[in-house]
């Protein structure tokens, strides 16, 4: 077992468990055409309707407490469901507004997008401490963004399996990092038009590896950020399967399961690993542009 100055006493590892209520924008923001789908746009739906609700009891029969992020468009048209997953003493998120790649788009746009979600969130009353890019693509600018709008930290990128600092010139945040190996999209996403993927794994597949993660995590002292969205995790083996993994994380003894902004707010006096954040400079010629 490996110690690391960032885990809590005890712990030799940290989960948090997230879920990105991307409901119809999962595919819009890919497509607007999608729009035009009833079976994608219900697919989309399904996520928010019927897929959380079931996490929130499997997350109350446990007693543990998870982040949702939301991007802001789809928190506007249900601010009952916010309200009721805050009330549950669940943290909320911000996962951008319209859920278009942060990285498409100028600096200006990202702004506009960005408070676009803050001023949703702030209508509805639930207090907002960190973002998820959409897709995770972040842009080099991002840090910057959530560092001035006082926000604590990010869960976007991948430069470490531990919590790490992203310096900006606004101070640093904290990165909690995300990997695709710990998400269900991998796993279970499967849409014909727009296509979002093309995978139907068997959730016992996916829980054995997810619980061997756990395990290998408290090795070395990691942060196991699982990332699960409710219109795929939602679905009842995938759903059992989720329960199952929170009793291995449970059993374990020494993985709190910790909100994001819990993680971040413990970290804020803690010596991290600071990395810059900015794109590599290229010279002229070298790598080939398609
Ligand atoms: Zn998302």
Redesign the pocket.
């Known amino acids: 077992m490996t110690t690391q100055a960032w885990l809590p006493r005890g712990a030799a590892a940290v989960a948090c468990l997230t879920f990105?209520v991307?409901a119809e924008?999962?595919i819009l923001s890919a497509d607007a055409s999608a729009a035009d789908h009833a079976m994608a746009i219900t697919h989309q739906q399904f996520g928010p309707d019927v897929g959380v609700p079931r996490i929130l009891g499997i997350l109350g029969d446990l007693d543990v407490r998870a982040t949702f992020?939301f991007?802001g468009w789809v928190a506007e048209r249900r601010p009952d469901l916010v309200t009721r997953i805050a009330e549950a003493g669940h943290e909320i998120g911000h996962?951008s507004y319209s859920?278009v790649p942060a990285s498409s788009m100028t600096r200006d746009q990202e702004e506009r997008d960005f408070d676009r979600a803050l001023e949703v969130f702030r209508r509805i009353g639930v207090p907002i401490h960190g973002h998820?890019a959409?897709?995770w693509e972040a842009s080099w600018s991002t840090p910057a963004i959530i560092a001035e709008r006082g926000l604590s930290y990010d869960s976007s990128l991948m430069g470490r399996d531990t919590p790490y600092r992203v310096a900006t010139p606004k101070g640093s945040i904290v990165e909690l990092p995300p990997h695709w190996s710990l998400d269900d999209w991998e796993q279970y996403a499967f849409l014909p038009f727009p296509e979002i993927g093309q995978h139907i794994k068997n959730p016992a597949d996916v829980l054995s590896m997810w619980r061997a993660e756990v395990d290998a995590m408290r090795r070395f002292g990691g942060l196991f950020m699982l990332t699960n969205?409710p219109f795929l995790t939602g679905r009842p083996a995938r759903a059992v399967a989720l329960e199952q993994l929170i009793g291995h994380i449970l059993d374990a003894g020494d993985v709190p399961i910790l909100t994001a902004h819990e993680l971040a707010a413990q970290l804020s006096e803690v010596v991290l690993p600071e990395h810059e954040h900015t794109r590599p400079e290229l010279e002229t010629g070298l790598f080939p542009t398609h």
Do not use: A, E, K
Request: glycine share 16%; proline share 8%.
């Open positions: 990105d991307d924008t999962g992020f991007p996962h859920h998820r959409g897709l969205h």
